[in-house]
């Protein structure tokens, strides 16, 4: 226990799955959370659950493709906790298909959730880590991006995009005391998998070298891992958790 005692941690799209068990995980290693995302009733249910366990935590409702919303987020962090020690951005999701059917459109909202609100969140974080010469920065991507999966033509561009501007972003914050790691998971049992019908979830598990889908409290871990000054010395790297499926 206290592996994030008094350190300030932002993590995005943590109203459920692998979000919300970071938020939880954290909060109980000491961290005040700042939790977000578009469902507030959810957002509220995570920061009460932390609360009752003796934690801290607070709730923005936030818009990952909003420029104005991010940097309101990271400004509530300070207002709120006076800081940000650690940011993990989370956030995903978007339309699928083959490449041929897809629209400027599609491009242009899965960019701006996957992709540039990581860009956003790091660029209004970093400052602020800057002033105090430390801060982790936990990007999650997807083991998907080794196995390539076909009509994710997007997603996958997209995550390939976090990993890169990642490792720039350790090598140009390396001497500022800031790292920047990427957690990559495989599939794991989240909301996009709960309305998926039971025999193709199964089926989906028993292609998975485990025979089993990852638990998002097995993705919180390595993210916990990143986020605390045990990985003092990691940065610019990928930590697959994907239970043997691609390596």
């Known amino acids: 226990m206290g592996r994030l005692e008094n350190k300030v941690a932002v993590i995005t799209g943590s109203t459920s799955g692998i979000g919300r068990a970071s938020a939880e995980l954290f909060a109980k290693e000491g961290a005040k959370v700042v939790v977000c995302g578009r469902r507030e009733a959810l957002g509220q249910e995570v920061v009460d659950g932390i609360r009752k366990e003796g934690g801290e935590a607070a709730y ?115 001497a500022n005391g800031i790292r920047c790691n990427v957690v990559a998971p495989g599939y794991t049992d989240t909301d996009i998998f709960t309305a998926m019908d039971e025999q193709r979830k199964q089926a989906m598990a028993q292609s998975l070298p485990m025979k089993r889908m990852g638990r998002p409290i097995e993705i919180a871990y390595p993210i916990l891992f990143l986020a605390s000054d045990e990985s003092s010395y990691v940065s610019g790297r990928t930590i697959d958790a994907n239970g043997a499926w691609a390596l």
């Open 60 to 174: 923005y409702k936030l818009d990952a493709s909003s420029e104005e919303s991010i940097k309101g987020l990271i400004d509530f962090a300070v207002e709120t906790f006076g800081t940000v020690d650690v940011l993990v951005n989370n956030v995903g999701g978007g339309k699928n298909g083959p490449l041929h059917t897809l629209t400027g459109e599609d491009f242009d909202k899965v960019v701006a959730v996957d992709l540039k609100s990581y860009f956003l969140a790091m660029k209004y974080a970093i400052p602020v880590m800057l002033e105090k010469g430390a801060g982790s920065i936990v990007n999650v991507s997807s083991t998907a991006l080794h196995a390539v999966p076909p009509t994710t033509s997007l997603y996958q561009m997209c995550k390939a995009g976090i990993d890169a501007m990642t490792r720039v972003a350790a090598k140009e914050y390396a």
